[in-house]
């Protein structure tokens, strides 16, 4: 049975980069670009991984990162969060709410690739 | 240790310039050598009857022995030494600040220097963390390399992509080019208002460049002889930028009197800013008309003559950069530049046509000259300023001399052979 991928990002062309490398695994991708209601979309979506962008419209990244690891459902979800913030204490902070990996842009296709094949365990 | 012990150092520094013995003063006060050596080492308190007999013996108020400046300092060094994770004696700070004032008081302003410094570091820290157009123009930047690079790696290195993906993602690589470019530029035009505005002024040196160039480095106000009103313009600067400011101040009413601007600027004008004449045209030496000309007002901001003054081991002590030469502000700069050259050949004046390796280059007339500074004393060591003027050369078209390529500083000099190179470029290639 093929994974499923849930991107959050706002920018589309990164969006689309990541979604042909993933898809070309075979993986399902889904793609959702507002922070206001990103919960809901991964409460419906039930992906097997998560990618989070942390600069969202209306809603930080880390906010959706924290109600989703209060949330039962979402508890285990491996989430890797993708950010042009590259200070520590932002990895630290996300750290702190449960992120399952952190990534600095610019990342490369095998470095996204790499490290959802790790947390998705394919 | 009570403060009141430092007492004892006054007492001990009073007797040695009276010449007492310190036997002999015990003995007139009627106390034993031991305890008044005990006394004057800060390990014994003194007070009351004892004081007032020792300030009598030797000629002082008791209150010159037992009050002043110490205490301060004193409380200074107790906050220096607070939670440092060094093993500091904090018990014998009284006895340090009253054997070795000159130490303390130099202890006392390092730290306050660090201090300062911490906090100007924090602010500057805080305010990259934290300035929403910075962090907003990194944001997009960085965004639109990160597209750039997914998707010219797609392109890259799939031979089997649909035409229909192999088009869209050429569309996207084009759109994010251009977002790049103009998120750069947009970048740039920031950090350039940013310096403009001197929200990043620190140091006593950044404080008087970022005066200098607001008013161009032409101060009207002396022109007219006016220093009052040239050091009230200045009144809003630290101290130590003003007590610089002062000495330049100085030098160019000097330069006024001995060179009225409206003569000299018609002088100049006609013999085209060659330095060497107007210095022969009014006998004045050619410092002083390298920094008349770099005064020099010019509607046209290409025609702004710039200048830089060094001493003997290459710190730049005035610069005035013009377009097309750039000077750094931070680090060394290129080895290259006649200015060091004039510093071989002191007293003597040398031209050449110089261009900086950078893509907004353009020919400078390059005029170096170094003199020694100070009275000439036996065997003294010999101290140097080199002065380099450079005049764009719109304003001396026929002028002839050697060309020299050269850069701004290593760090961001594209030239790859070069015997002058400190460190590598962050630049790839020659322009």
């Known amino acids: ?122 | 240790m009570s403060r009141t012990s430092l007492t004892g150092s006054r007492i001990r520094e009073r007797r040695m310039v009276l010449g007492l013995r310190q036997a002999e003063l015990a003995r007139i006060a009627g106390i034993s050598a031991a305890y008044l050596n005990l006394i004057e080492h800060n390990r014994r308190r003194i007070g009351g009857k004892l004081l007032l007999d020792i300030a009598r013996i030797l000629d002082v108020e008791p209150a010159h022995l037992s009050e002043g400046a110490e205490m301060a300092l004193v409380s200074s060094l107790e906050i220096a030494a607070a939670g440092r994770e060094a093993d500091v004696e904090t018990q014998h700070i009284n006895e340090f600040v009253g054997r070795f004032p000159g130490w303390a008081r130099f202890l006392s302003e390092l730290h306050g220097r660090g201090e300062t410094l911490t906090q100007t570091v924090e602010v500057l820290t805080d305010r990259l963390a934290h300035d929403p157009q910075l962090s907003s123009s990194l944001h997009e930047m960085l965004s639109s390399v990160t597209s750039i690079r997914s998707t010219s790696s797609i392109l890259a290195r799939s031979d089997d992509i649909d035409p229909n993906w192999q088009a869209r993602f050429q569309k996207n690589l084009f759109e994010d080019a251009v977002r790049l470019a103009e998120s750069s530029q947009a970048l740039v035009a920031y950090l350039d208002s940013a310096t403009d505005m001197g929200e990043i002024t620190l140091t006593p040196q950044e404080e008087i460049g970022a005066y200098l160039e607001a008013v161009g480095h032409h101060i009207p106000a002396l022109e007219n002889g006016d220093m009052e009103t040239a050091r009230a313009d200045v009144a809003h600067l630290g101290q130590d930028a003003r007590g610089l400011l002062d000495q330049f101040f100085t030098t160019y009413l000097e330069d006024v009197k001995r060179l009225p601007l409206s003569q000299f600027q018609e002088a100049a004008a006609t013999l085209s800013y060659q330095p060497d004449l107007l210095a022969e045209m009014f006998s004045v030496s050619l410092p002083a008309v390298f920094r008349r000309l770099a005064s020099l007002p010019f509607e046209d901001p290409t025609q702004r003559i710039g200048l830089v003054v060094a001493d003997g081991a290459g710190a730049i002590s005035y610069r005035k950069p013009i377009d097309g030469f750039a000077i750094p502000r931070i680090g060394a700069a290129c080895a290259l530049w006649p200015l060091f050259h004039a510093l071989s050949v002191p007293s003597q004046l040398m031209q050449h046509w110089v261009s900086q390796m950078s893509r907004d280059a353009l020919d400078i007339a390059c005029f170096s000259y170094a003199h020694p500074k100070g009275k000439p004393a036996l065997n003294a060591p010999r101290i140097l300023e080199s002065h380099m003027l450079l005049v764009p050369q719109l304003l001396l078209p026929e002028r002839a001399g050697p060309r020299f390529d050269m850069g701004s500083t290593c760090r961001i000099c594209p030239k790859r052979q070069c015997d002058a190179r400190r460190e590598p470029s962050v630049l790839a290639e020659e322009f």
Not at chain 1, 12 to 29: D, K, Q
Not at chain 1, 61 to 79: A, K, Q, S, V, Y
Not at chain 1, 103 to 122: D, R, Y
């Open chain 1, 1 to 122: 049975m093929s994974k499923h991928v849930l991107i959050i990002e706002d920018e589309p062309n990164i969006v689309e980069a990541i979604r042909f490398v993933l898809s070309r695994e075979g993986w399902r991708v889904d793609t959702h670009v507002n922070g206001a209601n990103a919960v809901d979309a991964v409460q419906n979506a039930k992906p097997d991984l998560l990618i989070l962008d942390v600069m969202l419209p209306n809603r930080s990244g880390f906010e959706i990162l924290r109600d989703l690891r209060d949330d039962d459902t979402t508890r285990d979800l491996p989430i890797m969060m993708l950010t042009a913030r590259g200070q520590s204490k932002d990895r630290e902070l996300a750290e702190s709410y449960g992120v399952s990996h952190f990534m600095t842009k610019p990342f490369s296709n095998a470095e996204v690739l790499s490290a959802a094949q790790t947390l998705i365990g394919a």
